[in-house]
């Protein structure tokens, strides 16, 4: 059996955390080839039904990524995220599901080294967690 | 407004266990205020119910749907195609939309998803603190707009008990005294002589003691 390669959201700020993504692009900068990044105007959008849908659909994990806290483009985007990622943790423990799944990270434009150490963190931490849905749950799950 | 809360999902799952498809209905009145059964709170909670049961590899069809009030039929009925073809529809409005619900679609059978609670409103935004009790006959008037039926747990009508201390009340620290707030805010508006007078035991036939309220208003009934 191949090693389990996990399946990781990331909803990222444009102005910050995505902008770092393409910097440790830039940078040639090595990580996991599990992230799937979506960018958003300001993590204020993230809405607790986006990180759960996530996890129907088959993600193993999911991360908020979003400015440095104090520095959102939107004033406090970034602290609306921080309390739907704590709801989600709780909606997540409800069925049976790890919270560390889910997971708020904060940074800047320049960091991309940080995004990259972001990217292998989760990655790590889902791969000791292991696939959400196991054997025999996952058919249904769409790829 | 209404205030209900969600029942623990473990005991939603147990309700349901038997289905393989449900409506799943909210409402869009008192119950989308307090976060508990908007539209958002049943897209949530369909969310929940489907990786809960992809986990335990029984999957489920949730249909949504989220009328204005669940309370009214003129609300329901047009919903009705969704639920028609469906053995049960999980509400989470409050008790009274539940049973709308069964009166009016008896061929579905309507079970609720959270537990109404009672009549308040939200003190802080997302916190909401019981102010009425429906008890049937307001005495608002002389306690200084401050309702010792509600607040009290003793429903006392003549001041505080001797569990009153320091403006909290002994069932719970974090229960402000109510008898201490009227007492204050009848002496603010220079009116403690309200509280001379004796209060007889209240007539609870008002209330629930006397079998099912009605309140109709005849001219206008079609």
């Known amino acids: 059996m191949s090693e389990f390669e996990p399946k990781i959201v990331a909803f990222c700020c444009n102005f910050c955390a995505f902008a770092a993504a393409d910097l440790a692009g830039a940078m040639r900068l090595q990580y996991s080839p599990s992230v799937r990044i979506i960018r958003l105007p ?13 996890f129907e659909d088959g993600a193993d994990g999911v991360f908020v990524a979003g400015c440095l806290e104090g520095q959102c483009h939107y004033l406090e985007g970034n602290l609306r995220a921080k309390k739907k990622v704590a709801y989600v943790k709780r909606l997540l423990a409800e069925v049976g599901i790890e919270p560390e799944r889910v997971e708020m990270f904060n940074l800047s434009s320049a960091m991309g080294g940080r995004f990259a150490e972001i990217v292998e963190e989760m990655t790590e931490r889902i791969k000791k967690l292991g696939p959400v849905y196991k054997d025999g749950q996952k058919e249904s799950v769409s790829s | 407004m209404i205030v209900a809360d969600r029942k623990p999902l473990e005991e939603i799952l147990e309700s349901i266990k038997d289905f393989d498809k449900i409506v799943l209905m909210g409402c869009g009145g008192c119950v989308t205020i307090c976060f508990s059964g908007g539209a958002k709170s049943v897209e949530l909670l369909a969310s929940q119910i489907k990786i809960a049961r992809k986990k335990q590899g029984k999957e489920i069809e949730i249909i949504e749907c989220t009328p204005e009030r669940q309370c009214e039929f003129e609300y329901i ?4 195609e969704k639920f028609e073809s469906v053995p049960v529809v999980l509400s989470i409005a409050c008790g009274v939309g539940v049973q709308t619900m069964n009166e009016r679609h008896p061929d579905t059978i309507t079970i609720p998803g959270l537990n109404t609670k009672f ?3 939200p003190v802080e935004h997302a916190l909401w603190e019981e102010r009425c009790a429906g008890c049937g006959n307001c005495l608002l008037e002389w306690t200084g707009g401050v309702c010792p039926i509600a607040r009290c747990a003793k429903k006392l009508l003549n001041g505080p008990c001797g569990g009153s201390s320091d403006g909290k009340c002994e069932v719970d620290k974090e229960i402000d005294c109510v008898w201490q707030i009227i007492y204050d805010r009848l002496k603010k508006l220079n009116k403690l002589e309200n509280l001379t007078a004796v209060r007889k035991p209240k007539d609870w036939r008002t209330s629930t003691s006397a079998g099912q309220r009605k309140v109709e208003f005849k001219e206008a009934m079609l």
């Open chain 1, 42 to 54: 300001c993590t204020g959008k993230v809405d607790a039904l986006y990180l759960m849908k996530s």
């Open chain 2, 119 to 121: 009549m308040g409103y």
């Open chain 2, 77 to 80: 009925d047009p919903c009705k």
